[in-house]
């Protein structure tokens, strides 16, 4: 009776591991479980049922082992509920154990709130770090911190105004903010922040609404109303800078309505200089555009370690013109902590980024999304300094180990060769944001803003897949994107 009782339970745990399991699975993923089938759960159940029945019946039969007479009721008891209970717990555990990759995304970033891309230990010498260098910016003149914050989508919504304001007075003067960031929860916050300290730093936003980018041919007007919109949220009577945001085409970024509400808008004080930022397949011919138009004062620019060649050219071709530069996306993708590699190295990773960007003197500073106290001192402690030989070594083992997994923000290579047109580049980023930066949430509204998912890629025979000179696996990664960014 004992090996039938087992044998039903090894069947109900692999009943569980190939049913229940992946029904988890899916409610983890957001599935609407009224479209799940039942039936192989109601069958779990049945055998569940059946092998604690099967249990409870072998307990009651149980003989004393010497003298062949019924075991004591309190062993019957016993032991009837320790195998009822590792039964059941094995059962679960099979359930389980399909689903464990969740933990470093779901679980991981959504109910333990440690940041995902900070060091894992602290150092105490980084306690309280101030910035230590200011650069110009360009035209502007204002002399900003090396290292600023961006509360762009990897941030996920998480800054709040106390950190915010901790950052200022530890001399950080440089904010990079926009009306669709968390859908204006980041303007929201600075304005909470900069209270008592509106002078002291130099505030950019962008021309766009909270539902997204303005394209060319918007009215003069609405791009106006989008500032004036901004201003109210920041609780400002004026922005330093406002960038044609994330402009991945030159008509956009010369549309001559933009440019028209620019100059009224600083004729009436309301801002001061025009910037570009853009990490865009064309980011080439928008930047040299815009430095060509001599219109913009600053451009912003996803620039790190091992970034395409021609970009050097493009950050010293701005910088000779005397056009700010602002570094963002500089932590290449931000997969440090999940790599095969050192504690030690992982631990470095972000300080030597960040040198090493600030290294050339053609950027103006870089911006990081951060929404911790423990990040400002990680990330302070490495303003005013250069990089070492370990810093760059650890760059390059980073760069070898996420060669065929980090997608460039600015490369776009692969575009034309999927038939749905896809915008390969933006789901793997926003498969990043979710992944790496724990900004699920953003990711997903991210997402649901494409015109094309990734489900296409489903029933496609991926002629993507020779596309990318990098040998990413693009198809694996937008079919798994579509999985994860469809939660809801
Ligand atoms: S697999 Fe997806 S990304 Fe690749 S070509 Fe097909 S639809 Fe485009
Ligand atoms: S997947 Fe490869 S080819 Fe496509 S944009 Fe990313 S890096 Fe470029």
Not at 163 to 170: D, G, K, L, P, S
Not at 382 to 388: D, E
Not at 471 to 481: D, F, G, K, W
Request: glycine letters at 8%; charged letters at 20%; hydrophobic letters at 40%.
């Amino acid at each position: 009776m004992g090996k039938l009782v087992f044998a039903a339970w090894v069947a109900t745990m692999l009943l569980s591991w190939a049913v229940l399991g992946p029904f988890l699975g899916y409610l983890i993923e957001g599935y609407d479980s009224s479209q799940l089938g039942k039936v192989p759960l109601a069958l779990l159940l049945v055998f569940v049922l059946g092998s604690v029945g099967g249990t409870i019946v072998w307990a009651r039969r149980l003989r004393n082992r010497q003298t062949d007479a019924t075991a004591s009721a309190q062993r019957r008891v016993l032991l009837g509920s320790l195998g009822t209970a590792g039964g059941l717990a094995a059962t679960l555990g099979a359930a389980i154990a399909p689903n464990s990759r969740w933990y470093s995304t779901t679980v991981k970033n959504i109910f333990l709130p440690q940041p995902p891309y900070k060091a894992d230990r602290y150092e105490t010498d980084w306690a309280g770090t101030r910035i230590a260098a200011y650069r110009r910016l360009g035209r502007t003149e204002a002399m900003v911190s090396d290292i600023s914050i961006g509360t762009g989508s990897s941030s996920g919504g998480r800054m709040t105004p106390a950190v915010a304001r901790e950052a200022i007075e530890r001399g950080m003067n440089y904010f990079d903010t926009a009306p669709d960031y968390s859908e204006t929860g980041s303007e929201t916050v600075l304005a909470e922040a900069m209270k008592g300290y509106r002078d002291q730093i130099f505030l950019a936003t962008k021309f766009c609404t909270t539902s997204g980018h303005l394209g060319p041919g918007t009215s003069v007007a609405d791009y106006m109303a989008a500032v004036d919109g901004s201003l109210q949220r920041l609780q400002t009577d004026y922005v330093d800078l406002v960038h044609i945001h994330s402009c991945n085409t030159v008509e956009r970024l010369l549309d001559e309505n933009v440019h028209e509400a620019f100059d009224r808008l600083r004729d009436q004080g309301k801002v001061r200089f025009l910037g570009v930022s853009t990490h865009t397949p064309d980011l080439e011919p928008v930047a040299r555009a815009a430095i060509e138009s001599d219109r913009f004062d600053v451009l912003m620019l996803a620039y790190h370690h091992g970034a395409w060649p021609s970009l050097q050219a493009i950050v010293d071709q701005a910088a000779e013109n005397d056009i700010g530069v602002v570094a963002m996306k500089t932590l290449r993708g931000g997969l440090h902590q999940g790599l095969d590699w050192s504690r030690a190295e992982s631990e470095s990773f972000t300080q030597a980024s960040f040198k090493w960007v600030l290294a050339n003197p053609s950027v103006s500073c870089l911006v990081i999304s951060l929404w911790e106290q423990a990040q400002l001192d990680e990330f302070f402690y490495a303003s005013g300094q250069t990089p070492t030989d370990r810093d760059v070594a650890v760059l390059d083992r980073y760069a070898e180990l996420t060669q065929a997994v980090h997608c460039r923000p600015h490369c776009g290579i692969c575009l034309d060769s999927c038939p749905e047109n896809l915008a390969i580049a933006d789901v793997l980023r926003h498969k990043n944001y979710f992944e790496s930066f724990g900004a699920q949430k953003e990711a997903m509204r991210l997402y649901a803003k494409l015109e094309t998912k990734a489900d296409v890629c489903l029933s496609c025979s991926a002629p993507c897949q020779s596309a990318c000179p990098y040998e990413i696996p693009i198809a694996e990664h937008t079919r798994a994107a579509d999985r994860l960014l469809r939660l809801t």
